[in-house]
């Protein structure tokens, strides 16, 4: 046999081979911007010829899909042993921010997941040792770049500082089972759905307790394990009420204004409502887990349109959960059981005619 290659020879090449692609790797460009994300206009509601409403975007199952990367070293280390990748799980409770950080409450992982997409990095939230939560639920941001977390397994609701990135316990004891969360930039107010208590509980920033509505019952001012909850810019609080098959809407104070919907299995009914959330236009957008639909109504609860169907293909659903709508009407869906989050836009008429997305006309849907 003929005499092995040195050492010295072999361990030269595999660094100059390591060394490769940790080059390959740190040359790749920084995630783009979200908003820069061409919509894939073959996608859209209604469907063609008449003018889009609503067109799909992007999945995102990991941070990936949002073009971030981890550092040089650790993408070989990841490469080569294949881990690293923070798979979403089971989404519901989201947001996206005007930092551009997508936020996703994970109660099938544990964690919260915080994708940030200009600085082009990812860290998991409760993964820390001591620091973990039971079931991660809802996720709303105050205007000074604070995150509230619903945890329901532990009926509390914490609060996690984006930029010194501690996590600590903000409310214990006042609920049952703490859901839906939404910050109120109306009055300042943090508002928490609690599911078993059938009612919704609005505190300060300190964490003092300013409003508590709702009891159990299927009577106008009662609740039937609420889950939901989003505010609009009056300060009008919109609730998802799934056992007693409605949406309620009710005054900052608290007061009934209207509610709508009715049992049934077909679209303008509620079969399971979840999600909720606002574009810039009014339209209210209601995510229904067992109908695999999003739905949209107007101010009165007239049904303007519909997206999704059950599926596991880009536009389909399984069982979505969590809504968000920001400000530029990017429209983000917890599908849960397909474990990702998907991005759709939501087309206004102003927006259309100067070229955001289609051609051809079509009445915009009824605005309040």
């Known amino acids: ?61 990991d941070y990936r899909d949002l073009g971030i990367a981890t550092g040089g070293w650790k993408r070989v280390l990841e490469l080569l042993t294949g881990t ?20 996703v409450a994970d109660p099938g992982a544990g964690v919260v997941h915080c994708m940030d997409v200009k600085a082009g ?12 939560f039971v079931t991660p639920i809802g996720v709303t941001e105050d205007e000074e770049g604070l995150l509230y977390i619903t945890d329901s397994g532990a009926a509390t609701v914490y609060v996690y500082d984006l930029e010194q990135k501690t996590l600590k316990p903000f409310l214990r004891g006042s609920f049952l089972r703490p859901t839906g969360i939404a910050y109120s930039k109306f009055d300042g107010l943090i508002y928490i759905v609690d599911a078993l208590g059938n009612q919704v509980v609005a505190v300060d920033r300190q964490g ?12 106008q001012d009662q609740f039937n394990r609420p889950t939901d909850i989003a505010i609009d810019r009056l300060g009008r609080i919109y609730i998802t009420d799934p056992l007693n ?23 303008g009914s509620l079969e399971k ?11 209210i ?38 809504l968000f709508i920001d400000q530029n009407d990017f ?23 100067k070229g955001g997305g289609g051609t051809g006309s079509a009445p915009a849907p009824s605005t309040r």
């Open 245 to 267: 098959y409605r949406i309620k809407v009710l005054s900052s104070k608290g007061e009934l204004l209207r509610q709508f919907g009715s049992a049934g299995d077909q679209p």
């Open 273 to 283: 409502p979840k999600g909720l959330a606002l574009d810039s236009e009014g339209h």
């Open 1 to 61: 046999m003929g005499a092995s290659r040195p050492e010295t020879t072999r361990r030269p090449w595999r660094l100059w081979v390591l060394f490769g692609v940790c080059s390959l790797l740190s040359a790749c460009s920084a995630p783009a911007s979200l908003y820069a994300t061409k919509p894939a206009l073959e996608l859209q509601w209604p469907p063609h010829p008449v003018v889009e409403r609503i067109v799909w975007v992007k999945s995102i199952a």
């Open 121 to 132: 990095r990812y860290h998991a939230i409760g993964r820390e040792p001591g620091k973990r």
């Open 84 to 103: 690293g990748k923070e798979q979403i799980v089971r989404p519901h409770g989201v947001l996206f921010d005007a930092g551009e950080r997508l936020i």
């Open 208 to 219: 003092r307790e300013k409003k508590r509505f709702g009891a159990f019952g299927d009577a």
């Open 331 to 353: 429209i983000f869906v917890a599908d849960t059981y397909n474990r990702r989050i998907q991005v759709f836009r939501y087309q206004s008429a102003t927006r259309a005619e």
């Open 285 to 322: 957008y209601v995510a229904d887990a067992l109908m695999d639909l999003v739905q949209i109504f107007d101010d009165s609860g007239n049904l303007l349109l519909y997206f999704g169907g059950n599926g596991t293909a880009d536009g389909k659903f399984w069982m979505p959960s969590g």
